[in-house]
Nanobody, 123 residues
Framework: VQLQASGGGLVEAGGSLRLSCAAS????????MGWFRQAPGKEREFVSA????????NYADSVKGRFTISRDNAKNMVWLQMNSLKPEDAAVYYC?????????????????WGQGTLVTVSS
């Protein structure tokens, strides 16, 4: 599976962005998809995931209620809608694919990674 993330940019605090992740590969529908982010000087952290088996979703507490993950298996796409953005949301965002049928917040569970897209939030 090859992943291409896009949609990052500069937004004011309180604004919204929609990140996209395009996947190649016939077995996309059998991968749990996740979004992670990494801010300068910080470790990569889990943001959200959506399982392939039942479409269940999971969010980090820091983004719960503001971010929404979704996928379209027919289009091999995953999105992360980010609302009410805060300066602390600024980071490089990565989409990733895991063969697990359930959610995992560990980066080790994800075998494939996109190149990342930069989100900058001005205060």
């Amino acid at each position: 599976v090859q992943l291409q993330a896009s949609g990052g940019g500069l937004v004011e605090a309180g604004g919204s962005l929609r990140l996209s992740c395009a996947a190649s590969g016939r077995t996309f529908s059998r991968y749990t998809m996740g979004w992670f982010r990494q801010a300068p000087g910080k470790e990569r952290e889990f943001v959200s995931a959506i399982s392939w088996s039942d479409g269940s979703t999971n969010y980090a507490d820091s983004v719960k209620g503001r971010f929404t993950i979704s996928r379209d298996n027919a289009k091999n796409m995953v999105w992360l809608q980010m609302n009410s953005l805060k300066p602390e949301d600024a980071a490089v965002y990565y989409c990733a694919a895991s063969p697990l049928s359930y959610f995992s917040g560990s980066a080790l569970a994800y075998d494939y990674w996109g190149q990342g897209t930069l989100v900058t939030v001005s205060s």
